[in-house]
């Protein structure tokens, strides 16, 4: 449990950060959709840019502050640069959220609204989907045991609304 939260700080941290860049405006020339037909208007270059930059960020802090290799960890972080991590992490967290808006597009269903019929399955998809985007790319390609990654989504679901609803 320690090492999924571990694991999901720096995604938080990175997350938090760009929702402050978003609601300040900041850098608006890179507000531009990515494909807007395909992903609606909040999916932006933006975002491209800023999540593997906050994400190495959170891994830089976490480095800091907690012994992240094997010994301590149920795997090992430190074989990875916090710079290598939050590219891998952060272009996941993005690119993961990709296909729920492109399906939401085909359906008829505007940036960051959701339909009255299966709701709660697309409160759930708008949560999960980056979480289980960059849990894939711990498991597959960092070595993260599926006990963590199991972890990793139930802490990450949790934290997903908890967060929202303080940053809202």
């Keep these: 449990i320690i090492t999924a939260l571990l694991a999901i700080s720096p995604l938080v941290f990175a997350g938090a950060l760009h929702m402050a860049v978003v609601k300040n405006d900041l850098l608006p020339q890179l507000a531009m959709p990515i494909n807007k037909k395909w992903f609606g208007l909040s999916k932006t270059w933006r975002g491209v840019l800023f999540m593997p930059l906050f994400t190495s960020l959170g891994f830089y802090i976490v480095f800091a502050l907690f012994n992240v290799n094997s010994e301590y960890a149920s795997f090992d972080l430190s074989s990875y640069s916090p710079i290598e991590l939050g590219l891998m992490l952060g272009l996941a967290y993005v690119i993961a959220e990709l296909p729920n808006s492109w399906m939401k597009r085909r359906m008829g269903i505007a940036s960051g609204e959701l339909p009255q019929k299966n ?19 711990y498991v597959l390609v960092i070595g993260m045991p599926v006990t963590t990654f199991i972890y990793l989504i139930l802490i990450g679901l949790y934290v997903a609304f908890a967060v929202k609803n303080i940053l809202y």
């Design 119 to 137: 709701k709660i399955i697309f409160i759930l998809a708008d949560q999960l989907d980056s979480v289980v985007g960059c849990g894939l790319v």
